[in-house]
T-cell receptor, first 114, second 112 residues
Framework: GAVVSQHPSRVICKSGTSVKIECRSLDFQATTMFWYRQFPKQSLMLMATSNEGSKATYEQGVEKDKFLINHASLTLSTLTVTSAHPEDSSFYIC??????????FGPGTRLTVL | RKEVEQDPGPFNVPEGATVAFNCTYSNSASQSFFWYRQDCRKEPKLLMSVYSSGNEDGRFTAQLNRASQYISLLIRDSKLSDSATYLCVVNSPSSNTGKLIFGQGTTLQVKP
């Protein structure tokens, strides 16, 4: 199956700092990638759809100026959490879509903001 | 009403038991259906797609009832390694980018 990597796997930062998370498709090209957030004991919530070469599409309630998404190539999308606060602590997961709407997920990034 | 609804459980079953999970979805225009498995603190992994005629993969059987907008997953001969959260997933018909909608997940704990 398709392989998606994510880096870093875990990050701990101070409140007010910015954190960048990378998502890479390793063996295929992905024109579309997705960014999710998952809080404990809750399901995945889609934050935004990342489109190569164009602006991301954000879900309702997700601040685009706080969660910056860049999809500059067919194998890399980045999510930057700007001025992170403790309430941003969560499990961030990216995915890439192939055929038939099947999505392959990266291993996730666990963000803890102190 | 949630777009995809599941009983969160947990379902506690002994090894060897048969267990069934159910899921309902709200948009009748959805066309793609999946069951994903998520282990604790890990990413979701595709367990199986769900087809209209129903499909089986080893001990796992998935069924789709479009009229009732209902999806099921049956696990036979449960193993300890089946312990995980099972996510019912449906595509968003209004999206042309393959957006998926996830249920809350059903937690399964298989005991020795």
């Amino acid at each position: 199956g398709a392989v998606v990597s994510q880096h870093p796997s875990r990050v701990i930062c101070k409140s007010g700092t910015s954190v960048k998370i990378e998502c890479r498709s390793l063996d295929f090209q992905a024109t579309t990638m997705f960014w999710y957030r998952q809080f404990p004991k809750q399901s995945l919530m889609l934050m935004a759809t990342s489109n190569e070469g164009s602006k991301a599409t954000y879900e309702q309630g997700v601040e685009k100026d706080k969660f910056l998404i860049n999809h500059a190539s067919l194998t890399l999308s980045t999510l930057t959490v700007t001025s992170a606060h403790p309430e941003d602590s969560s499990f961030y997961i990216c995915s890439a879509s192939l055929v038939d709407n099947e999505q392959f997920f990266g291993p996730g990034t666990r963000l803890t903001v102190l | 009403r949630k777009e995809v609804e599941q009983d969160p459980g947990p379902f506690n079953v002994p090894e060897g038991a048969t267990v069934a999970f159910n899921c309902t979805y709200s948009n009748s225009a959805s066309q793609s259906f999946f069951w994903y498995r998520q282990d604790c603190r890990k990413e979701p992994k595709l367990l199986m797609s769900v087809y209209s005629s129903g499909n089986e993969d080893g001990r796992f059987t998935a069924q789709l009832n479009r009229a009732s907008q209902y999806i099921s997953l049956l696990i036979r001969d449960s193993k300890l390694s089946d312990s995980a959260t099972y996510l019912c997933v449906v595509n968003s018909p209004s999206s042309n980018t393959g957006k998926l909608i996830f249920g809350q997940g059903t937690t399964l704990q298989v005991k020795p």
